[in-house]
């Protein structure tokens, strides 16, 4: 088994970049989900209610982003942020952000149609994961990812949901960090604890899915129910519709890249 692909979401919801390698911190991959949109009360706004959103590219340019969307594009210094501040609200946290400049919020809120504003995550704010499925209770931490540092999925279990899809979808409508290559299809559920390259992993709850999974990344658009519908049939389990699990690191870091193999260390079997 090796890692066949590296993606990170710098701005969440937004699309996603392709790595060759990557660096591995306790919030997640460098880069991964530090910013994020929100709205005028300050909470925070996906694909889920804004499907136009997969459609801004973003790049990372050693001290700035660039997005672009509509041949119009912008770019965004890490220091552009002014002295106003902003509780970010992400599901059951909030989150002391720091608030980018004016221009910068002008231009998210012309292509999407709504006002927002953009923010970053500051190293001072330590966002904690769920006590229950941490591996250091109170002391791991997440960046502006949904729930957990780290996403994977195995390319087979992806294959296997196709065989059941009259229009197969690809791999970035389930937005992963990680993917697998050479395991059969959801043996990834099965793991506890593996390595990556030099890294280990645990391996602590499988990922809940939700009405995200129906946009098209390509044309920022919903396509009917699918492949939520079809995943409902064979991968609910508590009411929830599982695909893909959650990552915490042992140690931040190292590099991961692709290529690397994989060893299983512990089953949960």
């Keep these: 088994m090796i890692l066949s692909e590296i993606n990170i979401y710098p ?7 392709s790595l060759a390698n990557a660096l591995v911190e306790e919030r997640g991959l460098e880069f991964d989900r530090r910013w994020l949109l929100v709205d005028e009360n300050n909470q925070f706004m996906t694909q889920r209610e804004f499907p136009k959103m997969a459609l801004i590219e973003v790049k990372v340019n050693g001290e700035s982003l660039t997005v672009s969307a509509n041949d119009k594009n912008l770019e965004i210094r890490f220091d552009a942020v ?31 149609g709504t006002n927002c ?5 500051p190293g001072t704010s330590k966002r904690a994961v769920e006590p229950y499925y941490a591996v250091r209770k109170y002391k791991d931490i997440v960046s502006f990812a949904d729930a957990y540092p780290f996403l994977l999925l195995g390319e087979n279990s992806l294959n296997d949901l196709n065989e ?17 290559s ?4 959801f043996a990834e559920d099965n793991w506890k604890k593996i390595r990556i390259g030099e890294t280990v992993f645990h391996v602590v709850k499988p990922c809940a899915r939700c009405v ?10 919903k396509d009917g129910k699918e492949p939520l519908k079809t995943l409902a049939k ?16 042992d140690k931040a870091g190292s590099f991961i890249k692709v290529g690397d193999s994989i060893e299983v260390i512990e089953t949960k079997n």
């Design 182 to 185: 050479g395991a059969v299809a």
């Design 212 to 221: 995200l999974t129906t946009v098209e990344q390509e044309t920022g658009e």
């Design 11 to 17: 701005i969440k919801s937004l699309k996603g970049i």
């Design 234 to 249: 064979y991968r609910t389990k508590n009411g929830k519709v599982l695909f893909g699990q959650n990552l915490i690191a």
């Design 82 to 112: 002014v002295e106003k501040t902003a509780s970010a609200k992400i599901w059951s946290s909030r989150v002391k952000s720091n608030v980018y400049e004016d221009n910068i919020n002008q231009w998210f809120s012309d292509f999407l």
């Design 164 to 180: 059941k899809l009259e229009n197969p979808v690809l791999m970035n409508r389930f937005r992963p960090n990680l993917v697998v």
């Design 117 to 121: 504003k953009l923010v970053v995550m």
